[in-house]
């Protein structure tokens, strides 16, 4: 897995078996986790794992 050190490298990751992007804006644009975070947290748990970034 690459290293990840500045926001410039999360910009360039694209969404595969082991990495996960969720918008986490919420309904009045001040932030909350997303509904379905909990599915993708469960199903990295039972595999090898993953990252989740949320935005």
């Given at each position: 897995m690459r290293e990840i050190t500045t926001l410039a490298d999360i910009a360039t990751l694209q969404e595969n078996i082991s990495v996960e992007c969720k918008?986490?804006?919420g309904h009045d644009g001040k932030g909350a986790l997303p509904k379905d975070l909990w599915e993708?947290?469960?199903a990295f748990s039972n595999t090898s794992g993953?990252?989740?970034f949320l935005v």
């Open positions: 918008l986490a804006q993708t947290y469960s993953g990252d989740i």
